[in-house]
């Protein structure tokens, strides 16, 4: 439990200093502001050093990245799927409530939960699931945002718009370059490596801080009616998901069984308001479900890492 504390609260403390800032010395556009940064900069910076410096046998750990990312296309599946159901908001704002229901907070909130259960020497699945955070599932959202809004202009309109938006999101690029760094042999020059992680520093803190300066200039309405069957959708039937691939077509040994299920049952992440922000969509109901399953988050994680970690 104390873990999951030691990450958890910080998480929510810097929304609330983003909450209390945008009500004080900063005005609304400082929050898309600070969510560009992360989206072009900051983030991209992370992406491409994890990729660029691990061993490439130990990132193409494939019954990992299946039961994981396998997981993760159920339950967003199952989100667009709840969405239409309840909604029919149409299939920009299914798009968002898929991702928010199935994008895992590996980044802001997992990497230091790692750091703090198992040490940095077991760091990597964390590591990779950021990568497959960033590169598979924000380029899924960008492809679903990008068809839905060329829908009735031609399949070939359509995928001229998609391949324009891949081309341009360094979300993917990133990820992308830092592997085909590390598949060349080039070593990663230190002002190279000091430059990434004095960047990528800056990318939690600020995808959280701006959540709380976007907030500010809201009615601070958590919003459970609208979005709370995101939130057992994504700490609950997620992990469950894994679980049964992990049993049944993707064996694992305990620690990346544990690996797994605790980045499935991670909140939602602060990226998913960045990417709202830049298609200026479903921005509001993204951040009550960050807020809301951080906080539902702890007895979940608890568990996992009392049966994980504890021993």
Same mark, same amino acid.
């Given at each position: 439990?104390?873990?999951? !504390?030691?990450?958890?609260?910080?998480?929510?403390?810097?929304?609330?200093?983003?909450?209390?800032?945008?009500?004080?010395?900063?005005? +609304?556009?400082?929050?898309?502001?600070?969510?560009?940064?992360?989206?072009?900069?900051?983030?991209?910076?992370?992406?491409? !050093?994890?990729?660029?410096?691990?061993?490439?046998?130990?990132?193409?750990?494939?019954?990992?990245?299946?039961?994981?990312?396998?997981?993760?296309?159920?339950?967003?599946?199952?989100?667009?799927?709840?969405?239409?159901?309840?909604?029919?908001?149409?299939?920009?704002?299914?798009?968002?409530?898929?991702?928010?229901?199935?994008?895992?907070?590996?980044?802001?909130?997992?990497?230091?939960?790692?750091?703090?259960?198992?040490?940095?020497?077991?760091?990597?699945?964390?590591?990779?699931?950021?990568?497959?955070?960033?590169?598979?599932?924000?380029?899924?959202?960008?492809?679903?945002?990008?068809?839905?809004?060329?829908?009735?202009?031609?399949?070939?309109?359509?995928?001229?718009?998609?391949?324009?938006?891949?081309?341009?999101?360094?979300?993917?690029?990133?990820?992308?370059?830092?592997?085909?760094?590390?598949?060349?042999?080039?070593?990663?020059?230190?002002?190279?490596?000091?430059?990434?992680?004095?960047?990528?520093?800056?990318?939690?803190?600020?995808?959280?801080?701006?959540?709380?300066?976007?907030?500010?200039?809201?009615?601070?309405?958590?919003?459970?009616?609208?979005?709370?069957?995101?939130?057992?959708?994504?700490?609950?039937? +997620?992990?469950?998901?894994?679980?049964?691939?992990?049993?049944?077509?993707?064996?694992?040994?305990?620690?990346?069984?544990?690996?797994?299920?605790?980045?499935?049952?991670?909140?939602?992440?602060?990226?998913?308001?960045?990417?709202?922000? +830049?298609?200026?969509?479903?921005?509001?109901?993204?951040?009550?479900?960050?807020?809301?399953?951080?906080?539902?988050?702890?007895?979940?994680?608890?568990?996992?890492?009392?049966?994980?970690?504890?021993?």
């Amino acid at each position: 439990m104390q873990v999951v !504390l030691d990450v958890a609260l910080p998480v929510f403390a810097i929304v609330v200093a983003g909450y209390w800032g945008g009500r004080t010395v900063l005005g +609304q556009e400082s929050s898309a502001a600070l969510s560009s940064f992360v989206y072009w900069f900051a983030l991209p910076a992370v992406l491409f !050093l994890g990729m660029a410096r691990q061993p490439l046998a130990d990132i193409f750990n494939l019954p990992f990245i299946g039961a994981f990312l396998g997981g993760m296309l159920l339950t967003y599946g199952l989100g667009w799927l709840i969405g239409w159901l309840i909604g029919r908001d149409g299939p920009e704002i299914q798009s968002m409530q898929a991702l928010n229901a199935s994008f895992s907070n590996t980044g802001y909130m997992g990497i230091p939960l790692f750091l703090a259960a198992f040490g940095p020497d077991r760091l990597l699945p964390a590591l990779i699931g950021t990568v497959i955070m960033g590169a598979v599932m924000v380029g899924l959202a960008v492809v679903a945002m990008e068809m839905a809004r060329s829908h009735g202009h031609g399949l070939g309109r359509a995928l001229r718009d998609v391949g324009r938006a891949l081309i341009r999101n360094p979300l993917i690029l990133s990820p992308v370059a830092g592997l085909a760094w590390n598949a060349a042999g080039l070593g990663v020059p230190a002002p190279m490596v000091n430059f990434c992680q004095l960047l990528g520093a800056a990318a939690g803190p600020c995808a959280l801080f701006a959540i709380g300066v976007f907030l500010a200039g809201r009615p601070l309405d958590l919003g459970w009616r609208q979005v709370g069957w995101m939130v057992p959708l994504k700490l609950v039937v +997620q992990p469950l998901l894994t679980w049964g691939l992990i049993l049944t077509l993707f064996p694992l040994d305990r620690f990346w069984t544990g690996s797994a299920l605790l980045l499935a049952a991670l909140p939602t992440g602060a990226l998913t308001f960045v990417v709202a922000c +830049q298609y200026k969509i479903y921005i509001e109901r993204t951040s009550q479900v960050i807020l809301l399953s951080t906080i539902a988050s702890v007895p979940v994680l608890s568990l996992i890492l009392v049966i994980y970690a504890g021993q």
